[in-house]
Each structure stands twice: as structure tokens, then as C-alpha cells.
């Protein structure tokens, strides 16, 4: 469910979500970003490496949260507790999927676009959501018109975020912490430039 998902998000402020190609590339690019202040870090289990990336930097950085992102079905829920995920993200929510992390331990963030599926995860109990894709779903007008009706919503927006609207997302009161690629994007991981990522994420953490 979501037990000790709460404070992971409340402290993160920005969570890097994570393409990872090369296994070689994830502690180096974990440090980078650890070093920069964020902390709390999605993996997405897009590449054939993610889940040995995740397992490494579980197993080398414990001041890491290592995370996984597009869990999208029960095997993915199975994958991700085995490699030692602290934490699951979903960009959307099925019934199946609801299921199955109903019955591990590993917190899931589901994803949602509007107040239909804010109220459906609502009634599983979801207090913490992604809101995905944030931008494109309406942004941040969108996010705080749901927050009327429905305050007790907590969201990490992702999706479309970036240096120059993070802040604004980060304003409202049903946002937690916000997700985003930009402070890793994949030429920056391609090339190593490990530095660059680290100030970049020197600049997220101060936002
Ligand atoms: O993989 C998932 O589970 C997703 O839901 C998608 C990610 O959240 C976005 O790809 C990040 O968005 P950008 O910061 O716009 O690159």
C-alpha cells in the first residue's frame, strides 16, 4: 500500500525518474545525483538494466531511496520487491495492478489525470499520487482545480516538468515533490558527464 511513502516524498522535493542503459552507468549517476541533494530516485523499468541498477544502487548507497517507475503489471510489482525497490511508481492504475501491490509491502505512487481516477484511487486508499502526464493533463490550473474538491490528495506531478515551472507546481498544496528527467536527460548519462548532473541537481534541490 503506501505505509512510509509519506516521508520518502515529503523530503524529496524533486525525484529524478531515471532511463538507465548501462548497468555501469548507475551508481556513478545515483552519486551524481546524491551529491547534488536529490535523494529519492526513480528508476524506470524501461531498460533491460533497470533492475539491476536499481539492486546495485539499493545494495551501495543507503542514502539513496531507490525507486522503481513504469511498473505497470503484477510482474513488474514482483520484479521490482525482489531487486529491492523502497518505493513503486505506476503512470496510471488497473485493477490488476491495484491488486497486486495491495498484497507487498513495497509502497506504489499510481498514477493518475483526473478527478475520476483521483477518486478511484482515493477510495483504495491512495492518499499519494502521481499526477501523469502533468503537463499535457492540464498543469498546474488542473492540479489546483482538483484540490478543491479533493484536498486530501497529496500528487507528484511528472511529466512535462522542468527548471522553469517545477516551482510552480511545487507552490500548490496538494503537491509533495515533483518528478522530472531533465537533471539526468540521456545525452548527459550517455556521455558521463557526471558534474553537469550533479549541478543540475544542485539547481532542482534548491528550487
Ligand atoms: O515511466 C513512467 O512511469 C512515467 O510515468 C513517465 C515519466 O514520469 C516521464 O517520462 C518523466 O517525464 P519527463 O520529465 O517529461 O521526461
Known amino acids: 500500500m503506501q505505509k512510509n511513502l509519506a516521508e ?40 533491460e538494466a533497470a533492475l539491476d541498477a536499481v539492486e546495485q544502487i539499493a545494495k551501495h548507497l543507503p542514502d539513496a531511496h531507490v525507486g522503481t517507475g513504469t511498473v505497470l503489471n503484477v510482474e513488474d510489482i514482483r520484479r521490482s520487491v525482489d531487486a529491492g525497490a523502497t518505493f513503486m511508481v505506476s503512470p496510471g492504475a488497473t485493477e490488476q495492478l491495484l491488486d497486486a501491490a495491495d498484497s507487498v509491502e513495497v509502497p506504489l505512487l499510481p498514477g493518475a489525470a483526473d478527478p475520476s481516477e483521483v477518486m478511484r484511487l482515493l477510495e483504495r486508499g ?11 493533463a492540464g498543469g498546474v490550473p488542473m492540479l489546483k482545480s482538483i484540490g478543491g474538491p479533493l484536498p486530501q490528495v497529496k500528487f507528484c506531478p511528472t511529466g512535462g516538468i522542468g527548471p ?12 509533495v515533490c515533483v518528478g522530472g528527467s531533465w537533471m539526468a536527460a540521456a545525452n548527459l548519462i550517455r556521455e558521463n558527464r557526471w558534474a553537469d548532473i550533479t549541478r543540475l541537481a544542485k539547481e532542482a534541490f534548491s528550487l
Not at 552519486?31 to 547534488?36: I, P, S
Not at 491512495?126 to 502526464?133: L, S, V
Not at 522553469?164 to 503537491?175: E, I, M, R, T
Open 8 to 47: 520518502v516524498l515529503e523530503q524529496a522535493g524533486v525525484v529524478p525518474v531515471l532511463v538507465i542503459e548501462k548497468v555501469e552507468d548507475a551508481l556513478p549517476l545515483a552519486e551524481a545525483l546524491v551529491e547534488g541533494g536529490l535523494n529519492v530516485l526513480e528508476i524506470t523499468l524501461r531498460t
Open 126 to 136: 491512495y492518499r499519494y499520487q502521481k499526477f501523469f502526464p502533468a503537463q499535457a
Open 164 to 175: 522553469n515551472n517545477a516551482k510552480d507546481f511545487l507552490a500548490l498544496s496538494n503537491v
